[in-house]
């Protein structure tokens, strides 16, 4: 299984302040963003978290430290079905782990939770490629997301020459437009 590393890149909120978005954007050289959709209590939680830490332990903070001593070997949005997100921690080799016992577990989550986890514990975020290439947008970096979800500006076409007319009956044709679009061969 391939896994891409992420990380929050934004938060938007609806007109409503009802629904929000979690915007979390792949590192490294391609430009794609995941958009999480949740309700806006729950993206208020995680923008609080970002900017400030509670003066006592908050139960994310507790979690945060069982799961250290357990030993955190990955956090990783695993799934995508029906418009929900699925989060993993995967847990083993930690402290409080037996010399002789080495148990390896893994934790489902929600995704904004594993956003949370890693921002306390200073850990990375993976997403499965199977998962970005179904759900995952090609944006430049340093495009304003939320113009797009506010309907102010068109999601872009990325690499693409989209004014010149497009044969697909000509097999070539056609893949140097998806290659252009940034799918590679291998992906499926």
Not at 142 to 150: K, W
Request: proline share 4%; with cysteine; hydrophobic share 40%.
């Amino acid at each position: 299984m391939r896994t891409v590393r992420v990380e929050l890149d934004s938060i938007w909120y609806a007109t409503d302040r009802v629904a929000a978005c979690l915007i979390v954007r792949t590192t490294g050289t391609a430009d794609r963003i995941v958009p999480v959709w949740t309700t806006a209590d729950i993206a208020a939680r995680v923008e609080s978290r970002r900017s400030y830490s509670p003066v006592t332990p908050d139960p994310m903070d507790v979690l945060a430290e069982v799961v250290e001593d357990e030993g955190i070997r990955n956090l990783r949005i695993d799934s995508y079905y029906r418009g929900r997100f699925t989060g993993t921690i995967e847990l083993g080799g930690g402290e409080s782990a037996d010399a002789d016992e080495l148990a390896e577990r893994a934790v489902d989550c929600r995704v904004s939770d594993l956003l949370i986890l890693a921002h306390i514990t200073g850990k990375p975020v993976e997403i499965r490629q199977d998962v970005l290439e179904e759900v995952g947008f090609f944006v430049p970096a340093g495009t304003d997301v939320a113009e797009i979800l506010n309907g102010e500006a068109d999601l872009p076409f990325v690499g693409a020459d989209v004014s010149a007319p497009i044969d697909v009956s000509d097999d070539e044709e056609f893949l140097r437009l998806m290659r252009d679009l940034g799918l590679e061969d291998n992906d499926t």
